[in-house]
């Protein structure tokens, strides 16, 4: 049976071992769309001489933390940790225990977007695409873009984009805008949509037998009310004409057998309820178009679920961004998910990680590499983007 081998915790690049003697549990967030963040939670100890241990110092080869200091977190069941996060510390907060040995500190913090969301600006963009934003706000951030081309130019004789907030907010608009993806890893930055077609990672058991099931426990729900047909209409300012876009088709792959319009078949109902969204002021016909898809994808997910895994029994980090296979949820939850967001939690006592994932239909494809047994822990997860990182220095990125 596998065991926790490595979680390899650096303070501004350097491993400090000491902190391990004190370290009571460590957590990290990995999500897509939202900001990935960690916790800290430090023993701390009253001097002889006064004051506290890791409060009075003020540098971390002393054991000091301060806001801004790099962390950086990976685990792993083998010699080649996996980075979780690599971000900066955001906050430092002591607990003071009746029990004097209880008491802690608790460091939290977030990925290198958390630098992204401070400045609040108002900024015109003119004659760019949404992806050429991304790109730029990326790299102003030093930050290695991973975008995907949204093809539609904002010309600004017709719209002129601007942005109004943090550099963070605007990308988070943009990527809502048209479905796709925003988030932070490591020393990169990503703007796509869901990549449904990757290698799935190690399948969740659910129920699969003693030796085999691997969740703890798994909630997921479908819903049947989100329309599935995109409208959009305008007034042409110069010519008055009525223009109009529709977006029936899903822009994303089929990650189970039955989509939402399948679900409704045969029923008294709309067999495919229209949703009008209300277009930005003068924009194109392809901007339309490319908004009507955003809501589109977004209304793709109909089932979403979350669960609990334990960590030693899967022996590896499940990924937010990836594909999994969920087996033994029966044939309408079995099947092919999105991870959007995985909690790992570390403490003396075990590893859990606590995930959400979701997908745009019911049932098994027929396809699904389900696997037999249990992979080594050495083989490869399906999670071909390995987060890269600085081996040393006190930034995520240069």
């Given at each position: 049976?596998?065991?926790?081998?490595?979680?390899?915790?650096?303070?501004?690049?350097?491993?400090?071992?000491?902190?391990?003697?004190?370290?009571?549990?460590?957590?990290?967030?990995?999500r897509v769309g939202e900001p990935s963040s960690f916790a800290l939670q430090v023993g701390i100890y009253k001097k002889q001489q006064g004051g506290w241990t890791r409060l009075d110092e003020?540098?971390?080869?002393?054991?000091?933390?301060?806001?801004?200091?790099?962390?950086?977190?990976?685990?792993?069941?083998?010699?080649?940790?996996?980075?979780?996060?690599?971000?900066?510390?955001?906050?430092?907060?002591?607990?003071?225990?009746?029990?004097?040995?209880?008491?802690?500190?608790?460091?939290?913090?977030?990925?290198?977007?958390?630098?992204?969301?401070?400045?609040?600006?108002?900024?015109?963009?003119?004659?760019?695409?949404?992806?050429?934003?991304?790109?730029?706000?990326?790299?102003?951030?030093?930050?290695?873009?991973?975008?995907?081309?949204?093809?539609?130019?904002?010309?600004?004789?017709?719209?002129?984009?601007?942005?109004?907030?943090?550099?963070?907010?605007?990308?988070?608009?943009?990527?809502?805008?048209?479905?796709?993806?925003?988030?932070?890893?490591?020393?990169?930055?990503?703007?796509r949509p869901a990549e449904l077609s990757r290698t799935p990672q190690k399948d969740l058991a659910v129920h699969v037998g003693t030796l085999g099931t691997n969740v703890t426990w798994f909630?997921?729900?479908?819903?049947?009310?989100?329309?599935?047909?995109?409208?959009?209409?305008?007034?042409?300012?110069?010519?008055?004409?009525?223009?109009?876009?529709?977006?029936?088709?899903?822009?994303?792959?089929?990650?189970?057998?039955?989509?939402?319009?399948?679900?409704?078949?045969?029923?008294?109902?709309?067999?495919?309820?229209?949703?009008?969204?209300?277009?930005?002021?003068?924009?194109?016909?392809?901007?339309?178009?490319?908004?009507?898809?955003?809501?589109?994808?977004?209304?793709?997910?109909?089932?979403?679920?979350?669960?609990?895994?334990?960590?030693?029994?899967?022996?590896?980090?499940?990924?937010?961004?990836?594909?999994?296979?969920?087996?033994?949820?029966?044939?309408?939850?079995?099947?092919?998910?999105?991870?959007?967001?995985?909690?790992?939690?570390?403490?003396?006592?075990?590893?859990?990680?606590?995930?959400?994932?979701?997908?745009?239909?019911?049932?098994?494809?027929?396809?699904?590499?389900?696997?037999?047994?249990?992979?080594?822990?050495?083989e490869p997860a399906g999670n071909d983007e390995r987060v890269e990182v600085r081996g040393a220095g006190r930034e995520v990125a240069p």
């Amino acid at each position: 049976m596998p065991r926790v081998r490595h979680c390899v915790i650096r303070v501004d690049g350097e491993v400090h071992e000491g902190l391990y003697d004190d370290l009571i549990a460590v957590e990290v967030s990995e999500r897509v769309g939202e900001p990935s963040s960690f916790a800290l939670q430090v023993g701390i100890y009253k001097k002889q001489q006064g004051g506290w241990t890791r409060l009075d110092e003020t540098s971390a080869a002393d054991g000091g933390f301060a806001p801004w200091q790099r962390i950086t977190v990976a685990a792993s069941f083998d010699d080649s940790p996996d980075v979780l996060i690599d971000g900066y510390v955001a906050g430092v907060g002591p607990r003071f225990e009746p029990v004097e040995a209880d008491s802690y500190v608790l460091v939290w913090g977030y990925d290198a977007s958390y630098a992204m969301d401070l400045d609040e600006k108002v900024v015109a963009w003119p004659d760019k695409k949404y992806s050429d934003i991304a790109t730029e706000l990326f790299q102003a951030y030093g930050l290695d873009p991973t975008v995907v081309d949204t093809q539609v130019v904002q010309d600004q004789t017709k719209e002129l984009l601007i942005q109004r907030g943090t550099d963070w907010q605007f990308l988070k608009d943009l990527a809502r805008r048209v479905g796709f993806d925003v988030f932070v890893r490591g020393g990169a930055g990503y703007f796509r949509p869901a990549e449904l077609s990757r290698t799935p990672q190690k399948d969740l058991a659910v129920h699969v037998g003693t030796l085999g099931t691997n969740v703890t426990w798994f909630e997921p729900r479908v819903v049947g009310d989100l329309p599935t047909k995109i409208a959009m209409a305008r007034a042409n300012p110069l010519t008055k004409a009525i223009e109009k876009v529709e977006v029936s088709e899903s822009p994303l792959r089929a990650l189970g057998e039955r989509a939402g319009d399948a679900l409704r078949e045969g029923r008294q109902i709309p067999a495919q309820p229209v949703a009008l969204a209300a277009p930005e002021p003068l924009v194109t016909d392809q901007a339309m178009e490319a908004l009507a898809t955003g809501i589109r994808r977004r209304n793709d997910w109909i089932v979403t679920g979350e669960g609990e895994l334990d960590g030693t029994l899967y022996g590896r980090a499940l990924r937010a961004d990836g594909v999994v296979l969920i087996k033994g949820a029966g044939e309408s939850f079995s099947g092919r998910y999105y991870v959007t967001e995985v909690t790992h939690r570390i403490t003396p006592a075990g590893y859990t990680q606590r995930f959400k994932v979701t997908r745009n239909g019911l049932g098994v494809q027929g396809d699904e590499p389900f696997q037999s047994g249990d992979a080594e822990p050495g083989e490869p997860a399906g999670n071909d983007e390995r987060v890269e990182v600085r081996g040393a220095g006190r930034e995520v990125a240069p």
